[in-house]
C-alpha cells in the first residue's frame, strides 16, 4: 500500500497517468484488492493494471517494454542494518537493467509528503549533469520543494583519470562551476546550495548521504549504445548499498531529461 501511495503521489505531480505492475498471474480476486487500495488512497480506480507472471524483474521490465512506461517506482530494501540499507533483489536487477527512469523507496508512506529537501548527486561537470539538476529543480517547482543541494562526487583515482586524459571543463574550477549553475536558477522559495566531495571509493559518497537527512536523492545513469545502463565509478555502489529513497534519471546522448521542458 505504501509504495502505491507514493507512486500515486509521484504521478499527481507530473500529471502522468498510473500503471500497476504484479508479477504474478491474473485473478479477479487480485484484481479487486488492487482496486479496493486504490479506492482507498483516493487514486484513480480505473488505472490499468497489468499482471505478468514470472520472476519479479523479467515480469516488471516485459511489461514496461510492452507499456513504454518512463518511470518505473518500487520499494528498494532487503534488509536494513545499523550502518548500511542494501538494496533489494528487484530493486538492484531493476537498477543494473531497466531502460527507464526508477523511483526507489527505502521508507514509502501511505501518506506520502512531496520530497522537502534534494540531493542531486553529480560525478562530472557535464552538460548532461547539468540537465539533471534542471529535472531536480523543476520537480521542486511542481512539487513544493524548499532545497536542493548539488554533490559533486570524485574519487580520487577518477580525477588523477581525468588530469592524466586531459579532462576538464573549461577554465573553471568545480567550484566556480558550480556556482554558476546555481546562479543560473535562483528560484524564489527555493534555496540551492552545493557541496564538494572528494574521497577513495565511492562510498565516501554513500556515507554523506546517509547522514545528510535528505528526502530524495537523484542520481544520474549513462544509457551507452548497448542499453545496459551504466553509473560513473564514484556512483556504482547503488547497485549494493541505497543511502536513502532515489530517483535515478537515465540519460542517452539524445535523449531528453524527464520534466526538462516541463513548466
Given at each position: 500500500m505504501a509504495v502505491l501511495a507514493e507512486a500515486g503521489h509521484f504521478s499527481r505531480s507530473l500529471a502522468a497517468p498510473l500503471c500497476l505492475i504484479h508479477a504474478d498471474e491474473f485473478t479477479k480476486e487480485k484484481e479487486e484488492r488492487f482496486r479496493s487500495a486504490l479506492r482507498d488512497l483516493q487514486l484513480d480506480s480505473g488505472a490499468a493494471i497489468r499482471f505478468q507472471p514470472g520472476e519479479p524483474a523479467q515480469a516488471i521490465l516485459k511489461i514496461q517494454r510492452e507499456e513504454s512506461i518512463d518511470l518505473l517506482i518500487a520499494g528498494a530494501m532487503e534488509t536494513q542494518s545499523?550502518?548500511?540499507?542494501?538494496?533489494?533483489?528487484?530493486?538492484?536487477?531493476?537498477?543494473?537493467?531497466?531502460?527507464?527512469?526508477?523511483?526507489?523507496?527505502?521508507?514509502?508512506?501511505e501518506d506520502p509528503k512531496p520530497p522537502g529537501a534534494m540531493l542531486v548527486v553529480v560525478p562530472d561537470l557535464s552538460e548532461s549533469s547539468r540537465?539533471?539538476?534542471?529535472?531536480?529543480?523543476?520537480?521542486?517547482?511542481?512539487?513544493?520543494?524548499?532545497?536542493?543541494?548539488?554533490?559533486?562526487v570524485q574519487t580520487t583515482f577518477a580525477e588523477a583519470k581525468e588530469k592524466a586524459l586531459g579532462v576538464s571543463n573549461g577554465s573553471l574550477s568545480a567550484e566556480r562551476t558550480l556556482k554558476?549553475?546555481?546562479?543560473?536558477?535562483?528560484?524564489?522559495?527555493l534555496e540551492l546550495d552545493y557541496h564538494l566531495l572528494r574521497g577513495n571509493t565511492g562510498f565516501t559518497a554513500c556515507e554523506f548521504i546517509q547522514s545528510s537527512g535528505t528526502d530524495l536523492v537523484v542520481m544520474p545513469s549513462q544509457m551507452p549504445?548497448?542499453?545496459?545502463?551504466?553509473?560513473?565509478?564514484?556512483?556504482?555502489?547503488?547497485?549494493?548499498?541505497i543511502p536513502g529513497n532515489l530517483w535515478v534519471i537515465r540519460q542517452t546522448e539524445n535523449q531528453s531529461i524527464l520534466l526538462q521542458n516541463l513548466p
Open positions: 545499523v550502518h548500511r540499507n542494501f538494496t533489494g533483489d528487484v530493486a538492484r536487477e531493476l537498477l543494473r537493467r531497466a531502460p527507464c527512469d526508477l523511483l526507489l523507496y527505502t521508507e514509502p508512506k540537465r539533471v539538476v534542471g529535472a531536480a529543480l523543476n520537480l521542486a517547482g511542481r512539487s513544493g520543494g524548499r532545497h536542493i543541494t548539488i554533490l559533486h554558476s549553475w546555481i546562479e543560473g536558477q535562483e528560484r524564489p522559495n549504445p548497448s542499453d545496459q545502463p551504466v553509473f560513473a565509478p564514484a556512483l556504482d555502489w547503488i547497485i549494493q548499498v
